[in-house]
């Protein structure tokens, strides 16, 4: 049997698989390695309040690039995560997902815990950055390795499920930074405590290592034949047993193109459209995630609300991170993923425009709910939407480029949100995050693929 035959005979026995205790395994054990990632990534929110206490930051400056601005330490952060994504989103597709899951875990979770002992802003803002490097390559890496082991029928309750397990980490770190921001544990300031607790996802990443296959998807496609034949016979065999008798059989087997991927096939006919459709999508979708999310204590600051109290505040509006995706999971399977897109985007229109008028604490934080869990129903429909688009031999690669925008985007919106608030307070920068969110919308309305239920190589070809 050929390569090419091999290959498109291992994508055709993996989708024609139950979604049994087997597959439900490798999900939770790549949201798991999601779940550091989230905390650190949210980290970047909860522990800011603390930076200006520390009197390390200032909450706004009047340069954009000032490095001891709040807005400079989100941009760095941001900045980081676009250099993972855009310079070195390649290396899963050149060496396979599992390994770079790993490394990637252990590298952001050692620069946090390096970054946690830092005495000056520069200093912070350094480490903050090297941490940001993996946290952005480990996010393009789960998006890649999630899809090529889930059955088409089932991708959009696997993201549903990856989003509602790492977002667990939101409100704990949320409560995290309430419990110790405002305190000194020992004579150490509570920010670090929050930031050295984010360190111990290197500890998980060697039995993460050990428990997860590699993508069988990729080790045919390269050529590691009785690699992926070994893989496949003990995930067919786990399948099997869980479901108490045979597999269905494998049909519709073709031939996959095995190909040296290059960058410039990202922009070639049938992926150049996608690419362009999904980098602007990037670029405004995250100014409402983390736009909002980076800047939940702040903004209730900026509103009036004493910094112990928003912190509190916060933590009760992160509680809904996990409950977003676990409310999409009901449809994630049975609605196109671009109209739910679509949908979430008027919602978080909507509700940014209400959090930012409301002046009551029960509307604030209703409001301020009901955006997280619309942006959360963002979140698990595109991170498996985009991945989709694209063949295995380009997956990781293509998802990082277009990705990086979204990196771009935060980065600039962190200084941007810094400049709307000063200037327009919490309507300015509701304002700034509802026009981006209908440019979304309008796009990917207009122009975003069909996906649902169809096997990654049908869409790639």
Same mark, same amino acid.
Request: with cysteine; glycine share 10%.
């Given at each position: 049997?050929?390569? *090419?035959?091999?290959?498109?005979? !291992?994508?055709?026995?993996?989708?024609?698989?139950? #979604? /049994?205790?087997?597959?439900?395994?490798?999900?939770?054990?790549?949201?798991?390695?999601?779940?550091?990632?989230?905390?650190?990534? #949210?980290?970047?929110?909860?522990?800011?309040?603390?930076?200006?206490?520390?009197? =390390?930051?200032?909450?706004?400056?009047?340069?954009?690039?000032?490095?001891?601005?709040?807005?400079?330490?989100?941009?760095? #952060?941001?900045?980081?995560?676009?250099? @993972?994504?855009?310079?070195?989103?390649? +290396?899963?597709?050149?060496?396979?997902?599992?390994? +770079?899951? /790993?490394?990637?875990?252990?590298?952001?979770?050692?620069?946090?815990?390096?970054?946690?002992?830092?005495?000056?802003?520069?200093?912070?803002?350094?480490?903050?950055?090297?941490?940001? +490097?993996? !946290?952005?390559?480990?996010?393009?890496?789960?998006?890649?390795?999630?899809?090529?082991?889930?059955?088409?029928?089932?991708?959009?309750?696997?993201?549903?499920?990856?989003?509602?397990?790492?977002?667990?980490?939101?409100?704990?770190?949320?409560?995290?930074?309430?419990?110790?921001?405002?305190?000194?544990?020992? @004579?150490?300031?509570?920010?670090?405590?929050?930031?050295?607790?984010?360190?111990?996802?290197?500890?998980?990443?060697?039995?993460?290592?050990?428990?997860?296959?590699? *993508?069988?998807?990729? %080790?045919?496609?390269?050529?590691?034949?009785?690699?992926?034949?070994?893989?496949? !016979?003990?995930?067919?065999?786990?399948?099997?047993?869980?479901?108490?008798?045979?597999?269905?059989?494998?049909?519709?087997?073709?031939?996959?193109?095995?190909?040296?991927?290059?960058? @410039?096939?990202?922009?070639?006919?049938?992926?150049?459209?996608?690419?362009?459709?999904?980098?602007?999508?990037?670029?405004?979708? /995250?100014?409402?995630?983390?736009?909002?999310?980076?800047?939940?204590?702040?903004? %209730?600051? *900026?509103?009036?609300?004493?910094?112990?109290?928003?912190?509190?505040?916060?933590?009760?509006?992160? %509680?809904?991170?996990? +409950?977003?995706?676990?409310?999409?999971? %009901?449809?994630?399977?049975?609605?196109?993923?671009?109209?739910?897109?679509?949908?979430?985007?008027? =919602?978080?229109?909507?509700?940014?425009?209400?959090?930012?008028?409301?002046?009551?604490?029960?509307?604030?934080? #209703?409001?301020?709910?009901?955006?997280?869990?619309?942006?959360?129903?963002?979140?698990?429909?595109?991170?498996?939407?985009?991945?989709?688009?694209?063949?295995?031999?380009?997956?990781?690669?293509? !998802?990082?480029?277009?990705?990086?925008?979204?990196?771009?985007?935060?980065?600039?919106?962190?200084?941007?949100?810094?400049?709307?608030?000063?200037?327009?307070?919490?309507?300015?920068?509701?304002?700034?995050?509802?026009?981006?969110?209908?440019?979304?919308?309008?796009?990917?309305?207009?122009?975003?693929?069909?996906?649902?239920?169809?096997?990654?190589?049908?869409?790639?070809?």
């Amino acid at each position: 049997m050929t390569g *090419s035959r091999y290959a498109g005979e !291992v994508a055709a026995r993996l989708d024609r698989l139950p #979604f /049994t205790p087997t597959i439900w395994r490798f999900v939770f054990l790549i949201s798991l390695g999601g779940l550091f990632e989230i905390y650190d990534l #949210f980290m970047t929110a909860y522990i800011t309040p603390g930076l200006v206490k520390s009197h =390390l930051f200032q909450a706004t400056t009047t340069n954009f690039f000032a490095v001891d601005g709040i807005g400079f330490f989100v941009f760095c #952060f941001f900045a980081g995560m676009w250099v @993972g994504c855009a310079a070195f989103g390649f +290396i899963a597709d050149r060496m396979g997902r599992r390994s +770079i899951f /790993t490394v990637s875990l252990v590298w952001y979770s050692i620069a946090t815990l390096i970054m946690s002992f830092q005495k000056t802003a520069a200093g912070v803002d350094f480490w903050r950055f090297i941490a940001a +490097i993996g !946290v952005g390559l480990e996010q393009i890496t789960i998006d890649t390795y999630l899809p090529e082991l889930v059955p088409p029928q089932f991708r959009g309750r696997a993201f549903a499920f990856y989003q509602f397990f790492e977002f667990l980490a939101v409100p704990i770190v949320a409560l995290m930074a309430w419990l110790l921001v405002p305190q000194a544990p020992f @004579g150490w300031e509570g920010w670090r405590w929050v930031a050295l607790l984010g360190s111990v996802g290197a500890a998980a990443a060697w039995w993460l290592r050990l428990s997860l296959p590699e *993508s069988p998807r990729w %080790l045919a496609l390269h050529g590691h034949v009785e690699q992926a034949e070994a893989i496949m !016979v003990q995930i067919e065999t786990g399948c099997a047993k869980d479901i108490g008798g045979p597999l269905a059989p494998v049909l519709d087997v073709k031939d996959e193109v095995i190909t040296k991927s290059t960058f @410039g096939e990202l922009f070639k006919a049938p992926y150049g459209k996608r690419t362009l459709v999904l980098s602007i999508f990037n670029l405004c979708q /995250t100014i409402a995630f983390y736009g909002f999310g980076s800047w939940v204590p702040t903004l %209730l600051i *900026s509103k009036g609300i004493h910094v112990t109290t928003s912190l509190m505040y916060a933590f009760i509006i992160a %509680l809904a991170n996990p +409950i977003g995706p676990l409310l999409g999971s %009901l449809v994630a399977d049975k609605m196109e993923r671009k109209w739910q897109i679509v949908c979430a985007g008027l =919602l978080s229109t909507l509700f940014v425009t209400l959090f930012a008028l409301g002046v009551s604490p029960v509307w604030v934080i #209703f409001f301020g709910v009901m955006l997280t869990l619309s942006n959360n129903w963002i979140s698990f429909v595109f991170h498996g939407y985009q991945a989709e688009q694209y063949p295995t031999r380009i997956r990781a690669r293509a !998802v990082g480029f277009v990705y990086s925008w979204s990196r771009v985007s935060a980065a600039v919106a962190g200084l941007l949100i810094g400049f709307f608030l000063r200037e327009g307070g919490a309507i300015g920068v509701a304002g700034f995050i509802g026009v981006a969110m209908l440019i979304m919308v309008g796009v990917i309305g207009i122009w975003g693929p069909r996906t649902l239920n169809r096997s990654l190589e049908q869409l790639s070809h």
